[in-house]
């Protein structure tokens, strides 16, 4: 099992630019979710997903959007990228019942 | 508003000693997660508490959960340089879905 895997590892976007970052889990996970980090800061929740076609708001949505269309992937659009974007991104995902939640490795997004 | 909070945020300790982070969470949450996290590294699983009363141990980690006082704490034995990392604690949400509240991190150093 390759776990959550997430592409790209590093980009830079300029201001107003969008990009999808692409999240993939291979544990057959009913729950998916996408957290940032800022430098010295915690982790918080942006989006999550119970399901395939079934999405929520986190605590910081503002700027993102998801879809869930298969189990496996939940990728996070960003539109109109600002510099408060600036973050690492860290998808997750977990079963019901089970508790534990698997991070990927993370992508690293500047804006500039 | 959920909550959590860690103290201390850093912490600079010598081998061989013992210290304790403290994680205080706001809702009547029975669950609660730490993790592990290196520089520019992704979060690795350390515990999850379920329950009022759970302790779990993994080499010189020890974990704790009260529900009645909303405190979780890690307790560091004889440290040693490996456990140079950030630690945070998170709570999950009520009704499911396991979306995790994180608080901000506790910096360990642990000096020769």
């Known amino acids: 099992n390759a776990g959550v895997t997430q592409t790209p590892k590093f980009r830079i976007l300029k201001i107003g630019q969008s990009m999808t970052l692409q999240c993939t889990q291979d544990?057959?996970?009913?729950?998916m979710y996408w957290y940032r980090q800022d430098p010295g800061m915690g982790l918080k929740l942006i989006y999550y997903?119970?399901?395939?076609?079934?999405?929520d708001k986190g605590e910081v949505p503002n700027g993102y959007n998801v879809s869930r269309s298969t189990t496996e992937d939940f990728p996070l659009r960003l539109e109109l990228a600002a510099p408060s974007q600036t973050s690492v991104y860290f998808c997750?995902?977990?079963?019901?019942?089970?508790?534990?939640?698997?991070f990927g490795p993370g992508t690293r997004l500047t804006v500039t | 508003e959920l909550k959590v909070e860690q103290n201390p945020l850093f912490l600079s300790m010598q081998e061989g000693k013992n210290y304790t982070i403290y994680c205080n969470y706001s809702?009547?949450?029975?669950?609660l997660y730490w993790y592990r996290q290196d520089p520019g590294k992704s979060l690795e699983s350390l515990f999850v508490?379920?329950?009022?009363?759970a302790v779990k141990q993994e080499g010189r980690l020890m974990a704790s959960l009260d529900t009645k006082a909303r405190l979780s704490t890690l307790h560091i034995t004889a440290a040693v340089h490996d456990l140079s990392a950030t630690y945070f604690c998170a709570e999950a949400f009520q009704g499911g879905s396991e979306k995790l509240v994180f608080g901000k991190g506790t910096k360990l150093t642990v000096n020769p």
């Open positions: 809702t009547t949450s029975d669950r």
């Open positions: 544990m057959n996970h009913n729950y």
């Open positions: 997750a995902s977990s079963t019901p019942g089970w508790y534990e939640q698997y």
């Open positions: 508490l379920l329950s009022n009363g």
């Open positions: 997903s119970v399901g395939a076609g079934i999405t």
